[in-house]
């Protein structure tokens, strides 16, 4: 019985992989187009949103929303979530109608195709670089005066431990929100990591729940209030989290 799930866990995964790099390969000619000027980033961004909506669909993903406050398509935000998974970027540009950048890893990049639009699309960091940590401030502040937002898992990646709810947060989203006066919007993923984590024989269709947290301002912080924002924000989604396990 567990080699007849693992056989349609491993088909249902396959069937992802394929349709992941085959809407790539499709619409990889009209993207080479639209990353080519960076005005036409939102755009790109409308396609994107396309790409992961097809994808949780065809996987038997059903998103459900709950929002505490809704955005302003005018203003820029800082996406926050917990890192659980790699649906986690589908199901971020699923749920959020705001152009947004994702910061994130710079070894990505070597994937064939998909590495080449994720490199003129994201902000790519090296960890192990303080250079690449510092260009990265950079970057995210000329897209941020250019009317978008951005988005940083705060973890800064997928906890090796499973049993770990919510890892550390790092401080560059913190950071970067008090630098522009931008409020950070807190989100917890439940069903990440039970529905499609990083252990290949496991995952399932099924509900996806986003909850989208009231919004934490951050007009008149100063960077030494950094830690405090960091805190405030891990405790509200760990606590959510939390309370959500519990009720399991």
């Known amino acids: 019985m567990k080699t007849l799930k693992n ?3 491993l088909f249902w995964r396959l069937w992802f992989y394929a349709w992941l790099i085959g809407m790539i390969i499709v619409i990889f000619p009209v993207l080479i187009i639209i990353i080519s000027r ?8 409308k396609i994107a949103r396309a790409w992961a909506k097809t994808l949780l ?3 038997g993903f059903k998103v459900k929303i709950e929002q505490e406050e809704p955005f302003d398509i005018h203003k820029s935000y800082m996406f926050s979530a917990n890192h659980t998974s790699m649906i986690d970027i589908m199901l971020m540009l699923a749920v959020t109608k705001n152009p947004f950048v994702f910061v994130g890893k710079a070894e990505l990049a070597k994937i064939p195709i998909f590495g080449f639009v994720y490199k003129r699309t994201c902000i790519l960091v090296d960890r192990s670089s303080q250079e690449s940590r510092k260009a990265v401030f950079t970057e995210a502040q000329r897209r941020l005066q250019n ?3 951005i988005c940083i898992f705060p973890e800064g990646q997928v906890p090796s431990d499973e049993s770990i709810v919510l890892d550390d947060f790092k401080n560059g989203a913190f950071i970067l929100a008090i630098e522009h006066q931008i409020p950070i919007v807190p989100m917890t993923f439940y069903d990440c990591k039970k529905r499609f984590s990083y252990t290949f024989f496991s995952g399932s ?3 996806m729940r986003v909850k989208i947290h ?3 301002k951050t007009k008149g912080l100063e960077i030494n209030d950094k830690n405090n924002l960091k805190k405030q924000t891990f405790d509200l989604i760990y ?3 939390i309370t959500d396990l519990e009720k399991k």
Do not use: H, Q, R, V
């Open 7 to 9: 056989i349609a866990i």
């Open 38 to 45: 960076e005005e036409w980033y939102p755009t790109f961004f």
């Open 57 to 59: 669909l065809i996987m």
């Open 147 to 149: 009317g978008l937002s």
């Open 205 to 207: 269709p099924g509900k």
């Open 214 to 216: 009231k919004f934490i």
């Open 239 to 241: 606590n959510d989290l």
